[in-house]
């Protein structure tokens, strides 16, 4: 085996570490031992250099901006196949057959009803509550309704817990959405396909039946897809903190959503129309752009940048040829559109952008389409919610399996008082 070594300059000390080679990616230098060889713990911040576990889920190689679900480039499941057929690759690793695909579908469908007190739940919801907080609270809710979940013993029952949360969350975000707007709850229909149940959730009205186009369902499954798993992100990784310490899984996806709340992440789309909207011309973007450059001004350009892409984001680049293909007949707002693509015109050619690898990433994009399907911007991260949940599940699933898990517990660099006296 490959192995490096640490050489300690202060005592000569030499320290071999083994290295480990991914199937894919930049090999990993295996610290397991450090602590016990050296008395030394590592220094990183965020994690920007840890592998935090082993994966055969999601590989995503920053540099050239390239995504694959277990080994499928995303640009072919997103051209080619369905939210549920990634859905179901993601959870078993292979993609379904046709009669696999009908009988995940009718699982999903059946499953997709919420116990009647998650209603209730939801009414002692205060009027201005964030809808962030309704729906981590009505998952972590749910492992009331589901305790047996917390001591899941093989392959089969996981599955279920699994199945059964992916097709709840879309009936969550839609409750979500009409408690906001304090219209009445839908329940789900079951003749309609995922995506077209959630707009239908969303929009319809008791006794009336609301317009969906099939170009409508399409661009919100490509959403979907384009959300579905993203390896070890913020919110990926407090769902494996939490799960790490053996917490009901339901409960370990209420975390995660908290986590994507945040603007930094999932929060960012929401962000991006505000910011779209607040420079309001394509005459203000070059006065925008340039205080996105100004170190002393705390304004970022949202939906640009990226913790691990220094390329292109490619979901982006789907969604941003989504939003040419569909944008006459989803009818998106063409201002809007003018002032994202003079930003990105401009910053794709600044220096400040250039050298710094800023390039628009999913955010930058998803929101215009997500506006054109009437859905409102603090739904956008709930959006984000139903498209990740196989992900984190599909997460929550591998870290029970793996052999060389251990309840998250990083170390630190203590720089407090020394012992005193009181
Ligand atoms: N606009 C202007 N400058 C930026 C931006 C931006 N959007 N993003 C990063 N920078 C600058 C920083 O100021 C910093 O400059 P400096 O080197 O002169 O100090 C440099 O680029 C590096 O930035 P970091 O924050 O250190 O990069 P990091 O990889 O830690 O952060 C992040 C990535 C948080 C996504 C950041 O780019 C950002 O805040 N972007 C805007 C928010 C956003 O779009 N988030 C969505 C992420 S994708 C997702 O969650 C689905």
């Known amino acids: 085996m490959a192995s490096i070594t640490l050489i300690d300059n202060r005592n000569a000390e030499r320290y071999e570490f083994d290295i480990l080679h991914p199937t894919l990616g930049p090999d990993v230098i295996d610290i397991r031992t ?23 889920i999601t590989y995503i190689d920053g540099e050239k901006g390239q995504l694959l679900y277990r080994g499928y ?72 309704f ?20 992916i097709a709840k969350i879309p009936t969550l975000a839609a409750f979500t959405y009409r408690r906001m707007y304090g219209i009445p709850f839908i329940y789900p229909d079951i003749e309609r396909s995922f995506s077209e149940n959630f707009l239908y959730m969303m929009r319809a009205y008791p006794h009336a039946e609301p317009e969906i186009s099939e170009v409508e369902i399409r661009a919100l499954d490509t959403i979907f897809t384009l959300h579905a798993d993203h390896e070890q992100n913020a919110s ?21 959503i908290n986590a994507l709340w945040g603007r930094a992440h999932g929060g960012a789309n929401e962000s991006v129309i505000a910011q779209l909207e607040l420079i309001g011309s394509i005459d203000n973007v070059e006065t925008f752009v340039e205080r996105a450059k100004d170190p002393d001004d705390s304004f970022r350009l949202m939906g640009f940048g990226h913790r691990v892409y220094k390329n292109f984001d490619p979901r982006a680049r789907i969604l941003s040829a989504l939003l040419h293909e569909l944008k006459d007949e989803l009818g998106v707002n063409n201002e809007l559109l003018e002032i994202a693509q003079r930003i990105e015109h401009i910053a794709l050619e ?22 054109a399907l009437k859905i409102p911007k603090s739904m956008f991260t709930i959006i984000f919610v139903v498209g990740r949940t196989v992900g984190w599940v599909t997460q929550w699933m591998e870290l029970q399996e793996d052999s060389e898990k251990k309840i998250a517990r990083p170390r630190q660099r203590y720089i407090g008082p020394l012992q005193r006296e009181l």
């Open 34 to 56: 450090l602590y016990k060889k050296t008395g030394m713990f590592t220094y990183d911040p965020g994690f920007t250099s840890t592998a935090s576990c082993s994966s055969d």
């Open 73 to 144: 480039e995303i640009s072919d499941l997103a051209n080619h196949k369905s939210y549920l057929d990634v859905c179901y690759l993601l959870l078993t690793g292979t993609l379904p057959s046709t009669t696999q695909l009908i009988d995940f579908d009718n699982e999903l469908r059946k499953r997709s009803f919420v116990h009647e007190g998650i209603k209730e739940l939801y009414k002692s919801f205060p009027d201005k509550a964030h809808p962030m907080a309704m729906m981590s609270s009505a998952v972590s809710a749910l492992s009331t």
């Open 146 to 165: 589901y305790y047996e979940h917390l001591t899941i013993g093989n392959k089969e029952e996981m599955q279920i817990m699994a199945r059964r949360i």
């Open 236 to 256: 990926t990784s407090t769902v494996r903190s939490v799960a790490s310490t053996g917490a009901h899984p339901y409960a370990a996806l209420s975390a995660g």
């Open 350 to 371: 600044d220096e400040y952008f250039i050298s710094r690898n800023l390039y628009p990433n999913i955010d930058f994009y998803s929101g215009l389409i997500l506006t």
